[in-house]
């Protein structure tokens, strides 16, 4: 199971663009990486899922190099709604257990 | 499409005595996840459902908690009994259950044993 690392906690002001690394040294072969992002008071909802290069969509786009063994996420101009935790997932479905970890918290300043 | 469905929404009670928590996944969707998220802490997984069979339960605390899903769709989780550190978010979610399925997340249930 590929462990993943992302810094606990981020700083931003409102319309600025974030970007949230998360390492996965031995991501495996298989491997897909899914973004969580969590309110308070509220579950995790999906953000975004990708498997190499680049994928965008209507919130924010992922980055993954071609080693796969980090990705970014970015939020274009964050608001001050964007305050969350963001969690970082690797795995694939089936067998597959979603293990969240700490996430990174992002709060937006005004 | 009707989200998954979490009840009761807060519940308060005593060590010692016994809690129970319900789940209504989105319809069709076969996997089904407890997961108990600790304040500043990230989820961590209970038990995994694949239809009536369970997946994984590696996590759960079997002397006191159980879990169940009899027929493959609501699920229910208990705690008998109450330990004070089990106070925390208790939240379900389910998939679809294919490869690379993501998750959708139910409201959560804020359990307080005091």
């Known amino acids: 199971l590929a462990k993943t690392t992302q810094p606990i906690s981020m700083d931003s002001y409102e319309g600025q663009e974030v970007n949230i690394t998360c390492s996965h040294n031995?991501?495996?072969?298989?491997?897909?990486i899914t973004w969580y992002q969590q309110f308070p008071s509220q579950g995790p909802r999906f953000i975004i899922q990708?498997?190499?290069t680049k994928v965008t969509n209507e919130v924010a786009s992922l980055f993954i190099p071609a080693d796969r063994k980090s990705s970014t996420l970015s939020l274009p101009r964050v608001s001050l709604s964007d305050t969350a935790v963001y969690y970082c997932?690797?795995?694939?479905?089936?067998?597959?257990?979603?293990?969240f970890g700490r996430g990174t918290s992002l709060i937006v300043h005004p | 499409e009707a989200g998954v469905a979490q009840s009761p929404r807060y519940k308060i009670i005593e060590k010692r005595q016994s809690v129970a928590f319900w789940c209504n996944p989105i319809?069709?969707?076969?996997?089904l996840y407890w997961y108990q998220q600790i304040l500043g802490q990230g989820p961590k997984l209970l038990i995994q459902?694949?239809?009536?069979?369970?997946?994984?339960d590696s996590q759960l605390p079997k002397d006191r908690f159980s879990a169940e899903r009899l027929k493959g769709v609501d699920s229910t989780l208990k705690i008998q009994p109450a330990k004070l550190e089990d106070s925390a978010v208790y939240l379900c979610?389910?998939?679809?259950?294919?490869?690379?399925?993501?998750?959708?997340f139910g409201s959560g249930t804020q359990l307080s044993v005091l």
């Open positions: 031995n991501i495996a072969t298989n491997d897909y």
């Open positions: 319809s069709g969707h076969a996997t």
């Open positions: 997932l690797v795995g694939v479905g089936g067998s597959y257990i979603p293990t």
């Open positions: 459902f694949q239809n009536n069979g369970v997946v994984d």
């Open positions: 990708g498997y190499k």
């Open positions: 979610a389910s998939s679809r259950g294919g490869t690379n399925e993501k998750l959708f």
